[in-house]
Structures are given as structure tokens and as C-alpha cells.
């Protein structure tokens, strides 16, 4: 589905994805590892917000790599940032709009997605009228997320959804994803690889820069090496 | 209620007590200040929506305004029509001038250090003013119409009529860019990419092509502005800057991106100049108003900060 081929990126003079291949199958798949991995760095460039030094990318059989963010975008790539980046005086029902309204193959459809995203986060809905800037950390994250599904993308890409929330609420967004992967594929990086683990079919585990291992959920639940360099064990 | 909706109710609650103040004791007072308000805020309302939505602060928006004036006239001189008939043209052509400008210099600054926006935008405006120079002359020019000196008598209070056209033409503006931010898809799209540029490419919005079409709409509403303003006033190439300063002090002081709020802070401006013009040898301390008044707000604002 998206292919990463050999890409290189660099902040600078220092490297941050060092010739990195890598195939998102449709489904589920996690990318895992701690700070400064350059999970956030892979995920910029497949938006085309960093200049790949060197590779290709490609979505469903078409190149990226001279394609701008918004283009990407209409293609079916909808990304969760890590910073939700959202519309802060704007109404929640003001983002959902937004994020239906800007991409050619959602719009028609925009009413009915709606309905959909407020069935999968109820309190969207209750907090229509609210502006997104004066919400709570995990229900700008859920209103994040719900924005993303507005554009009825083919790829969700998730940034550290847990980072900042409580245990309590990173469980439900999981579940939720778990849900989730039924309609549309998934792509989440994390640091919280244990939680993770649930919602994705198979996951890399990156390190400066590189994918060190890679394997089925099943199969890095029960490496060793994941379990006691990412799970705590 | 958010602290933008306070400062705006604060705000035109203000120039209203102060209009029912001057009701009373100078009428004349109110009825100037109105009209000079209504010169500001038609100006001041497209610097508001490029300061909001694009982030730059153009320092050649008075010298735009200009040239539309020198347009207007040279349209009217030319094909014999009305300038307010002539505004449709010039605003054509300015939203095209403002796209040209946008897409050969300020869109290439964008991601630049803010100085290095008001270093090119002060050179726009230079390049403007002396061009209209060498092809115009410097030699003031105005075209004379009748309906402009119309009049009416209110009591022993008598006043000139046509200039209540400025107040109801930035009403107009404020009432188009409302329904165009609020309602078109478009609209909506800007003031999400005014908001959060990179939150707004993520969804799916051409940023670029949006701050393209908004310098240029912005440009275009300057273009109508000059038309009018050549039927009331002399033009001459220096005669922007001085609307330069006072945009930008009004859209100082009704807060980035709050547009009804330009309206109240021109109330305000519009109204203290007409109070102190009132006064007996006081024409020459008006333009310290909009000195005092931005000094007064970017202290007020540091204050807050600091708190």
C-alpha cells in the first residue's frame, strides 16, 4: 500500500533516517521506538513536510516524492500529529467540517462521515459548539482523530496518539483503532509498545534511524529483546 | 464567552458611549468622526484579513491603495465614466497586481524572519511609489464631482452627506469577508490556514494557492477602496503611507484576525481626531492621535503579557 524505498532525511548536517525501506501492507502495522528514532521524521516525509535526501515513496502504486501535502492528502493519506494541530477558534463541528470539506473524494459525502466519526467518538457530538482549543488533551486527540476520518482516508496515520493521555483513555483510543482497522488501514508509531501491540497486525521496532525488527504482533510480543528493551520485562 | 469576543463587545461599547457623549454636546464631532471612521476601517479591513490569514505585514498597503487610486482615474479620464463605476475595473486589476506582486516576491518569504517580510513589502511600496512618480509626476490630481458636495441640515447642525458612502462601504467589506470566512468552503479553508498553516495543509488545504487568493482578494477590496477614495480626495504617490501606519495601528489594536473589531478600533481612531481637530488650533494634533492610541495599546498588551 506505501512503500518507502531506501529514504534518507537529515535535519541539517545530521542524518535522522538513514536508508530505511519499509512496506505498509493494509491492515495494521506499528512503528515503535524511543525518542529521536525518527518515527515523527518517516511520517513528515511520507506528508512531504521533510525533503527526502535520497528514495522514493509511493502510495497505491503512485509516487509521492514531487507530490505537495495537500495532494498527498487527497490521495488518502490522513495523519494524526503528534501536536494534534488543530483549529483552536474554530468549533469542534468547525474542524470536522474542515477536515471533510478540503479533500475532492470525501466532500460529497461529508454529512454521512460525520454521523459515522460522532458514532465512533460520542462526545464530539456533545461538545459540538465548543471550541477545539478549550478541550481537554484526550478529547482534542479523539477530535484529531475524528477529523482525520472526516477525509474517509485509505491510510490513517497515527503520531504517539498516546502521548500525554492517561492509561485509562489510551486503552479506549486503542480499542477504538482495534475497531477501526476494519475500514481503513492503519499506521501508528508509538513509544507505548505493550498497548500498541493490541491494535496492530505487525510492527518495526526502529532505532536511530533504522528498522532493527520486524514482526507479526504475535512475534514481538514474544521477542525477548522487545520485551525487555520496550515492554519493561 | 472568549476573551476575543470581550475585547470586541469592550470595544465598540466604548466608541458607542463615546458617540452618545459626543451626540450630545458637539454633534458635528460625531458625524466627522464617523465618516474619518469609515475611511479607516475600509482600508484597515484588507491589511486585517492578509495580517490574519497570510501572517505578513504589508507595508505597501497604503502605496496599493494608491495605485488603485491612480487607476481609478486614469479610467475615468480615459473612458469618461464615474469612479464608483470604475471601482468594478480597478478592482479586476488590483486583485491581478496583487496576485502578481504576491507570486514575485512576498510568496518567497513566507517561511523568512518577519524582517525580512517587512524589508521586501517596504520595498514593494517603494518601487510603487516611484514608479507611479516617474509615470504620473508627483503633480496632485483629483477629479471634481458634484454629488460629493451634497448636504444636509439637522437642526442648526449642517454636514456634507456623501461622505457617510465610507462607513457604508467598510460596513460592506466587513459584511462580504464575514460571509465569505463563515459560510464558503474557501472561506472556511483560509481561516483554518490562518489559524494552523501546517494543521491546515494536513486535511487537505493548498495553503499556498489560499494565501495566493487571499493577497489578491485583499488587493482587490484596496482597488474598490481606491476608487472611492479618489472621488473625495486629492492623489499624489506619497499619499498611501500615511494609511499604511494607521491600518496597521488599527489592526494593532482590534487584535490579529478579529475583523468586526477593526470597525470599533476606527471608531475610536475616527472619533478622537474629529474631538481633537474640534478644539481650537487642534487640526495639527490629530495625527497624534493614532501615535497615542498605538502606544497606549502595545503597552496595555505588554502589561497583559507580563501578568
Same mark, same amino acid.
Given at each position: 500500500m506505501l512503500e518507502l524505498k531506501n529514504i534518507s532525511c537529515s535535519y541539517g548536517r545530521m542524518p535522522v533516517v538513514r536508508n530505511l525501506t519499509l512496506d505498509i501492507e493494509e491492515g495494521s502495522t506499528g512503528l515503535f521506538g524511543p525518542n529521536g528514532a525518527g518515527k515523527t521524521t518517516i511520517i513528515n516525509a511520507i506528508l512531504g513536510l521533510v525533503p527526502l535526501k535520497t528514495g522514493s515513496i509511493s502510495f497505491r502504486g503512485t509516487e509521492l516524492n514531487k507530490l505537495k501535502t495537500h495532494e498527498r492528502v487527497h490521495l488518502g493519506i490522513s495523519v494524526v500529529p503528534q501536536e494534534r494541530e488543530l483549529f483552536p477558534f474554530m468549533t469542534v463541528y468547525e474542524n470536522l467540517i474542515v477536515g471533510g470539506q478540503n479533500v475532492p473524494s470525501a466532500r460529497d459525502r461529508v454529512a454521512r462521515t460525520l454521523e459515522e466519526v460522532c458514532e465512533i467518538f460520542p462526545i464530539l457530538k456533545e461538545r459540538f459548539?465548543?471550541?477545539?482549543?478549550?478541550?481537554?488533551?484526550?478529547?482534542?486527540?479523539?477530535?484529531?482523530?475524528?477529523?482525520?476520518?472526516?477525509a474517509r482516508p485509505k491510510l490513517l496515520i497515527l503520531d504517539e496518539p498516546s502521548l500525554g493521555l492517561q492509561p485509562s483513555i489510551v486503552h479506549d483510543l486503542f480499542s477504538i483503532?482495534?475497531?477501526?482497522?476494519?475500514?481503513?488501514?492503519?499506521?501508528?508509531?508509538?513509544?507505548n509498545v505493550r498497548e500498541s501491540l493490541r491494535a496492530v497486525d505487525t510492527g518495526h521496532i526502529m532505532e536511530n534511524g533504522e528498522i532493527i525488527i520486524t514482526g507479526t504482533a504475535d512475534e514481538l510480543s514474544n521477542n525477548p529483546e522487545v520485551e525487555k528493551a520496550y515492554m519493561g520485562l | 464567552m472568549n476573551k476575543k469576543k470581550i475585547y470586541t463587545i469592550a470595544g465598540i461599547s466604548a466608541a458607542l458611549i463615546l458617540s452618545v457623549i459626543l451626540l450630545i454636546i458637539r454633534p458635528t464631532i460625531l458625524?466627522?468622526?464617523?465618516?474619518?471612521?469609515?475611511?479607516?476601517?475600509?482600508?484597515?479591513?484588507?491589511?486585517?484579513?492578509?495580517?490574519?490569514?497570510?501572517?505578513?505585514?504589508?507595508?505597501?498597503?497604503?502605496e496599493m491603495m494608491m495605485v488603485a487610486a491612480y487607476l481609478s482615474y486614469f479610467i475615468c479620464t480615459t473612458f469618461g465614466i464615474d469612479p464608483l463605476v470604475a471601482a468594478i475595473p480597478t478592482g479586476i486589476i488590483m486583485f491581478f497586481l496583487g496576485?502578481?506582486?504576491? @507570486? !514575485?516576491?512576498?510568496?518567497?518569504?513566507?517561511?523568512?524572519?518577519?524582517?525580512?517580510?517587512?524589508?521586501?513589502?517596504?520595498?514593494?511600496?517603494?518601487?510603487?511609489?516611484?514608479?507611479?512618480?516617474?509615470?504620473? !509626476?508627483?503633480?496632485?490630481?483629483?477629479?471634481?464631482?458634484?454629488?460629493?458636495?451634497?448636504?444636509?441640515?439637522?437642526?442648526?447642525?449642517?454636514?456634507?452627506?456623501?461622505?457617510?458612502?465610507?462607513?457604508?462601504?467598510?460596513?460592506?467589506?466587513?459584511?462580504?469577508?464575514?460571509?465569505?470566512?463563515?459560510? !464558503?468552503?474557501?472561506?472556511?479553508?483560509?481561516?483554518?490556514?490562518?489559524?494552523?498553516p501546517r494543521g491546515a495543509r494536513i486535511v487537505g488545504i493548498n495553503v499556498d494557492l489560499t494565501y495566493t487568493i487571499i493577497f489578491s482578494l485583499a488587493s482587490m477590496i484596496i482597488g474598490v477602496?481606491?476608487?472611492?477614495?479618489? !472621488?473625495?480626495?486629492?492623489?499624489?504617490?506619497?499619499?498611501?503611507?500615511?494609511?499604511?501606519? @494607521?491600518?496597521?495601528?488599527?489592526?494593532?489594536?482590534a487584535g490579529i484576525g478579529n475583523l468586526p473589531m477593526v470597525i470599533?478600533?476606527?471608531?475610536?481612531?475616527?472619533?478622537?481626531?474629529s474631538l481633537v481637530m474640534s478644539v481650537p488650533h487642534g487640526a495639527g494634533w490629530s495625527p497624534m492621535i493614532f501615535f497615542g492610541l498605538i502606544i497606549i495599546v502595545i503597552l496595555s498588551r505588554s502589561f497583559r503579557s507580563k501578568q
Open positions: 459548539e465548543q471550541k477545539a482549543g478549550t478541550m481537554s488533551g484526550g478529547q482534542q486527540r479523539q477530535l484529531a482523530v475524528g477529523r482525520a476520518l472526516m483503532l482495534k475497531d477501526m482497522k476494519k475500514d481503513v488501514s492503519i499506521m501508528v508509531t508509538e513509544q | 458625524v466627522y468622526g464617523i465618516q474619518r471612521a469609515g475611511i479607516y476601517a475600509a482600508i484597515a479591513l484588507p491589511m486585517a484579513l492578509v495580517l490574519g490569514i497570510v501572517h505578513i505585514v504589508n507595508l505597501a498597503h497604503g496576485l502578481i506582486i504576491f @507570486k !514575485t516576491s512576498i510568496a518567497h518569504t513566507l517561511e523568512a524572519p518577519e524582517l525580512n517580510q517587512l524589508i521586501l513589502t517596504f520595498g514593494v511600496a517603494m518601487v510603487l511609489s516611484q514608479s507611479v512618480n516617474l509615470i504620473a !509626476t508627483s503633480q496632485p490630481r483629483k477629479i471634481s464631482l458634484d454629488y460629493v458636495s451634497a448636504s444636509a441640515t439637522i437642526g442648526d447642525v449642517s454636514f456634507g452627506i456623501y461622505d457617510f458612502i465610507f462607513p457604508v462601504l467598510a460596513a460592506l467589506f466587513l459584511a462580504v469577508l464575514i460571509y465569505f470566512l463563515k459560510k !464558503t468552503r474557501l472561506g472556511k479553508a483560509a481561516s483554518a490556514v490562518g489559524q494552523n477602496f481606491g476608487s472611492f477614495f479618489i !472621488t473625495k480626495f486629492s492623489i499624489f504617490p506619497a499619499v498611501g503611507g500615511t494609511f499604511t501606519m @494607521k491600518s496597521f495601528a488599527l489592526v494593532a489594536m470599533g478600533a476606527s471608531l475610536v481612531l475616527g472619533l478622537a481626531e
